[in-house]
T-cell receptor, first 115, second 110 residues
Framework: DTGVSQDPRHKITKRGQNVTFRCDPI?????LYWYRQTLGQGPEFLTY????????KSRLLSDRFSAERPKGSFSTLEIQRTEQGDSAMYLC?????????????FGQGTRLTVV | RKEVEQDPGPFNVPEGATVAFNCTYS??????FFWYRQDCRKEPKLLMS???SGNEDGRFTAQLNRASQYISLLIRDSKLSDSATYLC???????????FGIGTKLQVIP
């Protein structure tokens, strides 16, 4: 499968625990985006990378959230001290250098439930 | 005012009907426009880009009205398989992120 893959697909965690999600983009894509989607809403931008550089972060990305893309390939999104409000689908997308004006592809997402 | 606004629906239409969705955007510096389709509990997928002159892809027609700051999606001869949520997506000039609307839910009924 040469699409964007995300792991895990589902995560249930207790409030206060830390969680980490992984995204593997399409191999030739150097742009990688993280979005969050809650029920009944459209995806909301969190952050994006060009290669290993994190170029933009949303105000939604509080200090409990951190994202990395250490070698410009896969990326991780970590949430520390999870809260119930963090429950959402976390979507990763990747694209070529031209960004969204070429086609961006999403992974199937990681669904986080904080109990 | 939200950056990208859509009527969440649902739009319930019979098979074979024509249905149209509108989406308005607030930033006049918006540069690129797209419609994405999202099936229930699945990831969004690009349906079509929207060009200034309007564009068509089979039963789907997208139009852009920069003066009024809205884009539209027309679906002709609706199929059961068209049932999904349609997300309006806008990219502002100079930025690489895109902003999604809330999505419009379409249910095509036999």
């Amino acid at each position: 499968d040469t699409g964007v893959s995300q792991d895990p697909r589902h995560k249930i965690t207790k409030r206060g625990q830390n969680v980490t999600f992984r995204c593997d983009p399409i191999s030739e894509h150097n742009r990688l985006y993280w979005y969050r989607q809650t029920l009944g809403q459209g995806p909301e931008f969190l952050t994006y990378f060009q290669n290993e550089a994190q170029l933009e972060k949303s105000r939604l990305l509080s200090d409990r959230f951190s994202a990395e893309r250490p070698k410009g390939s896969f990326s991780t999104l970590e949430i520390q001290r999870t809260e119930q409000g963090d429950s959402a689908m976390y979507l990763c997308a990747s694209s070529l250098a031209e960004g969204w004006d070429t086609e961006a592809f999403f992974g199937q997402g990681t669904r986080l439930t904080v109990v | 005012r939200k950056e990208v606004e859509q009527d969440p629906g649902p739009f319930n239409v019979p098979e074979g009907a024509t249905v149209a969705f509108n989406c308005t955007y607030s930033n006049s510096a918006s540069q690129s426009f797209f419609w994405y389709r999202q099936d229930c509990r699945k990831e969004p997928k690009l349906l079509m880009s929207v060009y200034s002159s309007g564009n068509e892809d089979g039963r789907f027609t997208a139009q852009l009205n920069r003066a009024s700051q809205y884009i539209s999606l027309l679906i002709r001869d609706s199929k059961l398989s068209d049932s999904a949520t349609y997300l309006c997506v806008v990219r502002y000039g100079g930025y690489q992120k895109v902003t999604f609307g809330i999505g419009t839910k379409l249910q095509v009924i036999p």
